[in-house]
Each structure stands twice: as C-alpha cells, then as structure tokens.
C-alpha cells in the first residue's frame, strides 16, 4: 500500500514568487493535515481537511497561503507570494482517525522542503 | 493557546546509557501520541498512549501517561546508535480535534 506522497521534495524560489505544494494521502483516509517545521521548532499545525471540508484552519499563518483538497483526494498548499520566512519544510499527513478528540495515528509523508530566497 | 512542551531539546547520549525525554500539556489531553524522525527523515508513529497513569513498552522504549493526563514521558534504557533522531510528543486536546506537537527532543548518540 502506498504511503502519503509529497511534491516537490525540495523548492528554492525567490522572495515573491509562489509555489504549490502537493500531497496525495493514503487512499481511503479522510482526514488529511498539513503541518510545518520552520528550522528545528515544533512541528506546527496548519490546516485539517476532513473529505473536501476545511475542518481547521486556525494554523494558517496569513492569506498568502491557500490549501485545497478538491474532491477529497489530494490536497495543495499554494504559498504566494512566498516571503522568507516561509522556509521550511512542509509536512503533509494522514489519518483515519473519526471524531473530534481521537485523530489516530498519523501517517506523515516525507515532506517538501521550501527554501525562499 | 494550547501549548505542549517538551524537555530537554537536545540530548547527548553515551551509548549503552539510559535516558527521559519529557512532554508537558498546559491542558488535560484526550490522549498523547510519540513520533521519532530519523535525520534527514519524516515522523513516524510510535505509540498512543490514552488512560490516565497508561505505561507501555516497546523493547527498551518505555511511555507513561500521567495521572492528570497533562504530561508523559519516554525512557530509553541502554542506548543504541539506531535511537539517533529526534523525538517528538503530540497531545489531542478534547476540544482541540488536532495533534500540538512540541518541539521535539534532539538525541545524539556517541559510540
């Protein structure tokens, strides 16, 4: 069975350009997270798709960043214009965790590391 | 906001010691979970840990679940070059409906 695959592994742009970021979950997962690691922090949420659904989106830094999940399947992240501290590497995961207090186990894909320059 | 911390951020081992790498939730979780990155690697699942005073293990991997369910540990006995990575705790809130991951903490292994 595949696990959750990510795209790009690695992105260098420029101040002010943008970039798309793109997961595929598990099939069969609901749930799909994006999650970011900006230089040895925490992993910090961002957003949570149940389905096609913005569950949560509280972890969005600014409206720079745009996430979707059409038709339920694979999501993007678009970061325009990107800003540098923006770097980082971007985590997307997935679960099949049902209910508010119980996510389940996450399984997280490799990551897209976004360097802004 | 909901914040869960972890101590200490970096751990440098001898091999063959022992040692606890700490997760602390300013609110009562709903249940706990433990990741490990390898360098270079994304997280991976190692456990769920979900009733008060919970303690499980994995060979010499050792998880607990306080009382109040605010803080848990990881005990690692006899350290080996393959425990490199860091260490990451994730606390579910009840009204969160997310993992908070703290900061993780960094082990270094020395032969």
């Known amino acids: 069975e595949a696990g959750v695959t990510q795209f790009p592994s690695h992105s260098v742009i420029e101040k002010g350009q943008t970039v798309t970021l793109r997961c595929d979950p598990i099939?069969?997962?609901?749930?799909l997270y994006w999650y970011r690691r900006v230089m040895g922090k925490e992993i910090k949420f961002l957003l949570h798709f149940v389905k096609e659904s913005k569950q949560d989106e509280s972890g969005m830094p600014n409206n720079r960043f745009l996430a979707e999940r059409t038709g339920g399947t694979y999501s993007t992240l678009k970061v325009q214009p990107a800003e540098l501290e923006d770097s980082g590497v971007y985590f997307c995961?997935?679960?099949?965790?049902?209910?508010?207090?119980?996510?389940?186990?996450?399984?997280f894909g490799e990551g897209s590391r976004l360097t802004v320059l | 906001g909901q914040q869960v911390m972890q101590i200490p951020q970096y751990q440098h081992v001898q091999e063959g010691e022992d040692f606890t790498t700490y997760c602390n939730s300013s609110t009562t979780l709903s249940n706990i979970q433990w990741y490990k990155q390898r360098p270079g690697g994304h997280p991976v699942f190692l456990i769920q840990l979900v009733k008060s005073g919970e303690v499980k293990k994995q060979k010499r991997l050792t998880f607990q679940f306080g009382e109040a369910k605010k803080n848990s540990s990881l005990h690692i006995t006899a350290t080996q070059t393959t425990d490199v990575g860091t260490y990451f705790c994730a606390g579910n809130g009840y009204s969160w409906g997310k993992l908070q991951f703290g900061a993780g903490t960094q082990v270094v292994v020395t032969p």
């Open positions: 099939s069969g997962h609901d749930n």
């Open positions: 995961a997935s679960s099949q965790g049902k209910g508010r207090a119980d996510t389940g186990e996450l399984f």
